[in-house]
């Protein structure tokens, strides 16, 4: 695919020159003659780097830039400067301009520009667009996107309900190579057991009663592409050793077929519970275990980034004003700070429900405390917010402290106390059962 350059510049000999030598260097060019022309190329356009000069009629280019930045912040913007006006150069510079280029045009320095200014835009993919945060640690997550995504190794993603292990796993695939081939999820905890095997591998026609047809199962179905397997820790231990081998054979054998089928899959599986745990209590295959973490990320909780709670809480109120057709609101430094202070059981998820309930119901254009859900506002620290989460602290354990933690402060009311941890009150009522809690 040919990188897209749009020029602007009123001089037109230069012009014909610099597009001549792009061309001739393999990129596709556009020019325009003035600031106003310019805006409307790179807006109908989409170019990957703009370069403009400074001084033209009736628009300049600052009026480039400043449009630029606004509306394309992450298209890198060069600025072409007469000899002399360099000044102007800095001061472009300082409003975010990539680079500057002077005239007359060195061609290799031209083509040195170009280059760093598409690497530079290749940076931030698209797909961490939807990952809000700039803690340490999703610094590191964005980072071990990237680098995860550029291998076909295996990946392991924990950590608590909620904490985005899901749009981590999308993150992933959209960075790959294999953005284009498809994202096929399977729930391990909500397939009943018996139709799992069918479920991953398919089945032919006539296999079992009520095989009615060929199934193509999400093995092939997620052929060129990722097999996110979410909620790993309930796969049924029977299963395993046939996920073992599919993952290592690259193969699948449908139920009730006798020759196994060559697959192209990149495996991805999130889980809560500490896989660890279960291996030494024989629930789950060490060998499965290991091949499935080839490399791991681990979501944190969102109490242990709350320096992300703010961004987060601004970004879902815009979301949700703009779903609701109203006015984006503003918020309090005192509703903010009580946010900032909670604990968050439900992590991000939970922090999402309660800005689109807010974002509904305040009937004002600024969120205050009062707007807020009782249990938050009071911002106390909750008992829970003591740093529970260690990385040697089983998780399952964990889930089920926050569930009971949640519970007692609702008065055991399984309705209030799921939209308290942000999940739905089956999810809620499904983990009780799973772990044996009762009143
Ligand atoms: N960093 C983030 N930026 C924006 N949205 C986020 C972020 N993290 C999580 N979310 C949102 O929070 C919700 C929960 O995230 P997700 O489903 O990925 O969590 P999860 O870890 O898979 O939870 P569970 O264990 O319950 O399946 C989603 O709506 C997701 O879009
Ligand atoms: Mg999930």
Redesign the pocket.
């Given at each position: 695919m040919k990188h897209k350059i749009l020029i602007i510049e009123d001089e037109k000999r230069l012009l014909r020159i610099l597009k001549l030598v792009l061309e001739d260097n393999g990129y596709q060019v556009k020019t325009a003659r003035d600031g106003q022309q310019g805006i409307d190329v790179w807006t109908q356009w989409s170019p990957d780097v703009v370069m403009t000069d400074l001084q033209m009629k009736p628009v300049g280019g600052m009026a480039v830039l400043k449009f630029g930045r606004l509306n394309f912040p992450k298209i890198p913007l060069i600025i072409l400067t007469a000899f002399g006006s360099i000044e102007t150069a800095v001061t472009a510079m300082k409003t975010g301009a990539f680079d500057f280029l002077s005239k007359p045009v060195d061609h290799k320095q031209l083509l040195e520009i170009i280059e760093q200014a598409l690497v530079t835009n290749k940076k931030e993919p698209k797909s961490l667009e939807?990952?809000?945060?700039s803690s340490a640690q999703?610094e590191q997550i964005k980072k071990d996107i990237i680098l995860f995504a550029s291998t076909s190794s295996s990946v392991l993603i924990n950590?608590?309900?909620?904490?985005?292990?899901?749009?981590?796993a999308r993150a992933i695939h959209e960075a790959s190579e294999r953005q284009k081939g498809p994202f096929i999820k399977i729930n391990c905890a909500a397939i009943p057991k018996e139709l799992i095997e069918s479920e991953l591998f398919g089945h032919i026609k006539g296999a079992f009663t009520g095989a009615f047809k060929d199934r193509k199962g999400a093995f092939r179905q997620a052929d060129k592409g990722v097999l996110f397997l979410?909620?790993i820790g309930d796969l049924p231990i029977e299963l395993q050793a046939k996920l073992l081998h599919a993952v290592e054979e690259k193969t699948v054998m449908p139920v009730g077929a006798n020759n196994p089928i060559p697959v192209s899959v990149k495996i991805l599986s999130?889980t809560?519970l500490n896989l660890e745990t279960m291996i030494n209590e024989s629930n789950f295959r060490a060998d499965l275990y290991y091949r499935l973490n080839t490399v791991s990320l681990h979501?944190p909780a969102l109490r242990n980034k709350s320096e992300?709670i703010g961004k987060?809480t601004l970004?879902f109120i815009k979301k949700f004003c703009q779903e609701f057709k109203k006015p984006v609101l503003n918020i309090t430094d005192n509703a903010m700070q009580a946010l900032e202070s909670h604990s968050w059981p439900g992590?991000?998820?939970q922090l999402?429900n309660v800005m689109e309930r807010t974002a509904l119901t305040c009937t004002q254009d600024t969120i205050t405390c009062d707007h807020l859900p009782e249990n938050i506002k009071a911002a106390e620290p909750q008992p829970i917010s003591q740093n529970i989460e260690t990385n040697d602290l089983d998780m399952a354990t964990q889930e089920q402290n926050l569930m009971i933690a949640a519970l007692e402060r609702c008065g055991w009311n399984q309705s209030n106390a799921s939209k308290e941890l942000g999940?739905t009150r089956s999810a809620l009522r499904y983990r009780l059962q799973k772990y044996g809690i009762k009143k």
């Open positions: 939807d990952l809000i945060g999703m950590g608590e309900s909620g904490t985005g292990k899901e749009i981590a979410d909620e999130a809560n979501m992300d987060l970004f992590n991000v998820r999402k999940i």
